[in-house]
C-alpha cells in the first residue's frame, strides 16, 4: 500500500513537537554551574548515584540472566509454547503491585515468616528483620529482575515466534546436537549469540527503568540514603528554585549513568573472556535430561509463574485481612472496610480510567496512522525517536515536560495529565501492534483494488477486522502503562489528580496494610481486565449458519 508522507510528517509533528520542547527544556536547565557544583557537594549524592548503579545494573543483569537461563530449558519444545501463554498475565501485573505483594509476603509481620513461626522459627512477635527498604536494596533488586523478566521473555519471544526465525534455530540445534554439543551448550552458542542483538532495545528500557524507577523505590527500595531517582524526586518537588535546579542536575546526571552503564553492558560480548567462553569448542557434561522437554523445562517455567501467583495471591487475601495478630497463619476476622474504603475513592478510579481510555484511545489511533502512512525508511529512522520516553529517565522527561506545560499554561490540569500520559503510552503501543501490523500480507490489498474497493473500504472490512486481536492487545498495553504512570500524574498534575496508583504509593508508607493492598489489587485488576477484554475481541469471528428445515410433507 501507499504511505502518504505528508500525514506521516503531521504525525511526527504532533509526537515530535511536545516530546522536542521537554527534551530542549530539560537540556537548558543542565547549563546552570551553580546547580551542579550545589549536586556534588551534597553528602547524599555519591551513595544515592552508587545505589542507583548497583541497583538497576544488578538488576536488569539478573533478569537476562533468568530469561537466557530459562529459554535454554524451554527452547525450544511445548514447554516455550506453554510458556508464552503465561507471559500475558504476567506483564499485566503493574510494577506497584508486584513490589507490594512482595512487600506483604517477605515483611517481618508477612506470610513467609507466619507459616514458618509456628513450627520452626518460634517468634512470638515480629522480628526486627530489614526485609524490605534494605539499606543494600536487595528488595529492590529481587522486585525488578522478577518483574522485568517476562518482558524480556516477552521480547525474546517476537523474535523467536517467527516460523523462519523459529525453524532455523531449531535446524542448527540439531547440527550442533550432531556434532556432539549438549542441549544447553549448544543454546548458548548458537541461539544466545543471535538473540542478545536484537534484545538491546528492551534491555536499554530495563535498565532505564531499573535505574531511574521511583514509585516502586519509595515502596520497597532502600531510605538511607534512597536511590539517585527518588532523591531528584524530591528535589524537585521542593519548593526552594535551588533545590529545583539541583533535582534538575540530578536528572542529568542518571542520564550520564544510564548511557555509560548501557555502553558497558553492550561491550559485555566483545570482551575476551565472554568470546572465549563461547567458543572454546566444550560441548557441555552430558545431562541426564537429553531435551529439553522433560520435567526441568517446566519446572524452570513453573517456579516464575508460580512466584507470580503466589505473590499476586498474598497482595488480593491481604486486602480482606481485619484483625490479624502474629504469629497467626490466618486472619482473627475478614472485611470488606478496605474494598468500601476504594468504593469511597471512587474519584481516584474515575480519574484512573478516564485517562487510561483517552491516553490509549490516542496512542492507538496515532500507532495505527503512523503504520498506514509512515515510508519504510522513515519508520526505521524515527523509531529511536519515538522510543526515547521508553529509555531517558523519567525524572529527566518530567522535568522538561513540567516546563512545557508551564509554558501552554495547561499545567495542574487534566490536558496537562493527559498529554504526559499519551507520551508514556505510544511507544508501548507502537511495540506491541508492530510485529502483527507490518507483517500483514500485502497481497489482500491486491485482491482488494481488483475488486474496485477503495484503500478505507479494505481497511475497514479486510486489513482491520482481521488484525482485530492485534489491536486489541495493544489497546490493552497502552491501558496497562497509563494505569501504572506516577510520575505523569503526580508531577505535572501538581497533585491535584489522585488515580489508584498515587494512592496506592501514598499508602504504602503508612500502616493501612488492607487498603494499601485493596488499592494495589485494583491497580492490577483494572489492567486484567483490560487485556482480559482484548482477548474475548479478538477471539475469531463463528459465522453462525441457519439450517433450513426440510419438510418431509
Known amino acids: 500500500m501507499r504511505p502518504f508522507p505528508r500525514a506521516a510528517v503531521l504525525l511526527i509533528l504532533l509526537l515530535g513537537f511536545p516530546l522536542t520542547w521537554s527534551l530542549a527544556s530539560a537540556i537548558v536547565s543542565a547549563i546552570d554551574g551553580s546547580a551542579w557544583l550545589a549536586l556534588v557537594a551534597d553528602s547524599q549524592f555519591p551513595k544515592a548515584l552508587l545505589t542507583s548503579l548497583w ?17 535454554s530449558t524451554v527452547f525450544p519444545g511445548p514447554a516455550w509454547t506453554r510458556m508464552v501463554h503465561f507471559l500475558g498475565p504476567m506483564l499485566a501485573v503493574p510494577h506497584l503491585a508486584f513490589a507490594i505483594g512482595v512487600m506483604a509476603l517477605v515483611a517481618p509481620s508477612g506470610w513467609l515468616l507466619r507459616v514458618a513461626s509456628p513450627w520452626a522459627t518460634g517468634f512470638s512477635s515480629p522480628p526486627a528483620w530489614v526485609t524490605t527498604q534494605d539499606p543494600w536494596g536487595l528488595g529492590l533488586i529481587a522486585v525488578l529482575a522478577l518483574k522485568e523478566a517476562p518482558f524480556l521473555l516477552w521480547a525474546a519471544a517476537t523474535q523467536l515466534q517467527r516460523g523462519d526465525v523459529a525453524q532455523r534455530l531449531a535446524r542448527e540445534l540439531d547440527v550442533a ?26 534491555l536499554l528500557a530495563v535498565l532505564a527503568y531499573g535505574l531511574t524507577v521511583v514509585d516502586v523505590a519509595i515502596v520497597i527500595g532502600p531510605t538511607s540514603p534512597p536511590t539517585l531517582a527518588v532523591l531528584t524526586w524530591g528535589w524537585l518537588q521542593d519548593a526552594d528554585l535551588a533545590q ?49 522437554h522433560g520435567t ?54 474515575s480519574t484512573t480510567l478516564t485517562l487510561a481510555f483517552a491516553s490509549m484511545g490516542t496512542a492507538l489511533l496515532w500507532s495505527v496512522a503512523w503504520l498506514e502512512c509512515a515510508p519504510t525508511h522513515w519508520d526505521t529512522w524515527l523509531r529511536k525517536f519515538i522510543y526515547l520516553p521508553l529509555v531517558l529517565p523519567s525524572v529527566l522527561l518530567m522535568l522538561g515536560l513540567h516546563r512545557l506545560t508551564l509554558s501552554w499554561g495547561i499545567d495542574a490540569s487534566w490536558v496537562g495529565v493527559y498529554l504526559a500520559h ?32 477503495s484503500r478505507w473500504q479494505f481497511l475497514t472490512r479486510v486489513k482491520w477486522p482481521l488484525l482485530r486481536a492485534a489491536l486489541a492487545a495493544a ?73 433450513a428445515s426440510t419438510n418431509p410433507v
Open 244 to 292: 529545583n535546579t539541583q533535582g534538575a542536575a540530578a536528572a542529568w546526571a542518571l542520564t550520564l549513568a544510564l548511557f555509560v552503564s548501557a555502553a558497558l553492558l553492550w561491550s559485555l560480548p566483545k570482551l575476551p573472556f565472554w568470546r572465549a567462553r563461547w567458543t572454546n569448542g566444550l560441548r557441555g557434561a552430558p545431562s541426564p535430561i537429553a531435551h529439553p
Open 422 to 453: 499519551c507520551l508514556a503510552t505510544v511507544p508501548y503501543v507502537l511495540i506491541a501492534l508492530s510485529p502483527a501490523y507490518v507483517g500483514f500480507d500485502g497481497r489482500y490489498w491486491a485482491v482488494s483494488a481488483t475488486l474496485g474497493k
Open 296 to 349: 526441568e523445562a517446566f519446572g524452570s517455567a513453573g517456579i516464575l509463574v508460580t512466584t507470580y501467583l503466589t505473590v499476586m495471591t498474598a497482595l488480593v487475601a491481604g486486602s480482606f485481612t481485619g484483625v490479624w495478630a502474629f504469629p497467626a497463619l490466618l486472619p482473627q476476622t475478614l472485611t470488606w472496610d478496605a474494598w468500601a474504603s476504594v468504593w469511597v475513592s471512587s474519584s481516584a478510579v
Open 177 to 202: 546436537r550432531t556434532m556432539g554439543y549438549q542441549m544447553r551448550a549448544a543454546w548458548w552458542r548458537v541461539v544466545w549469540p543471535q538473540l542478545w542483538p536484537r534484545l538491546h532495545w528492551p
Open 55 to 71: 541497583t538497576g545494573v544488578a538488576s536488569t543483569l539478573l533478569a537476562a540472566g533468568m530469561v537466557a537461563g530459562l529459554l
Open 475 to 547: 489497546a490493552a498495553v497502552g491501558f496497562a502503562v497509563s494505569v501504572a504512570q506516577y510520575l505523569p500524574t503526580l508531577f505535572i498534575g501538581a497533585g491535584r489528580f489522585a488515580t489508584v496508583t498515587t494512592e496506592a504509593v501514598t499508602l504504602a508508607s503508612g500502616a493501612q496494610r488492607s487498603l494499601t493492598s485493596a488499592f494495589a489489587a485494583l491497580q492490577w485488576l483494572l489492567p486484567v481486565f483490560g487485556f482480559g477484554l482484548a482477548a474475548w475481541l479478538g477471539q475469531p469471528r463463528r459465522l453462525k449458519r441457519r439450517t
